[in-house]
């Protein structure tokens, strides 16, 4: 189990209040300075979460206190609330190569350009992508829940039109490959 971490960034009084209740606590909490801030790589996680007094641009996950004061009894169910919002929106990112594949919004992006994809895009992709190399009777038997031995030609004609998509909003014709063994995305 991964455990939560809050970081209190340059607040004293806040830290010392949520170290003294911190046995009550379902996360760690960890004192942060600008010192600490450049020496740890702080990245996109769903199980950190930094307090801040006011918005810094280079923090990510920072939840802002602007109003104060606040109930602890609601300031702790904010950070909470907070710590599962990071988590549902971490876990719906996926890396593709240098594309991302939000499945939240159904749209797969490359720098400053995303398009839409349907739900069976992504599952195709997602399904390539984590096998590699996958022959179309198991794209229809695992994708579309078609039977094996069923001759259709779906699973060629969405690869198709997925790759043209692909091509058209990216330029990229090399997505989803066809090799002797099957599909792959590099």
Request: glycine content about 2%; charged content about 30%; overall charge positive.
């Amino acid at each position: 189990m991964n455990s939560k971490n809050l970081f209190v960034y340059e607040y004293q009084i806040l830290y010392e209040i949520l170290t003294e209740i911190s046995e009550n606590l379902n996360f760690k909490i960890i004192k942060l300075n600008k010192k600490d801030l450049n020496s740890k790589g702080f990245e996109q996680k769903s199980n950190l979460l930094i307090i801040s007094s006011q918005k810094h641009n280079q923090l990510e996950n920072c939840l802002v206190l602007e109003k104060t004061p606040i109930k602890l009894a609601k300031f702790i169910e904010l950070i909470n609330v907070n710590f599962l919002k990071n988590k549902f929106l971490n876990q719906s990112d996926f890396k593709i190569g240098e594309y991302k594949l939000d499945l939240n919004s159904r749209k797969i992006s490359l720098k400053n350009k995303s398009i839409n994809l349907t739900e069976r895009e992504i599952n195709l992709i997602i399904f390539i992508h984590q096998e590699g190399n996958v022959g179309i009777k198991e794209i229809q038997k695992k994708v579309w829940d078609y039977s094996s031995n069923l001759e259709t030609h779906t699973v060629e004609t969405h690869i198709y039109r997925l790759r043209k998509k692909i091509k058209d909003a990216f330029n990229d014709d090399e997505f989803i490959l066809n090799e002797k063994d099957g599909y792959c995305i590099r």
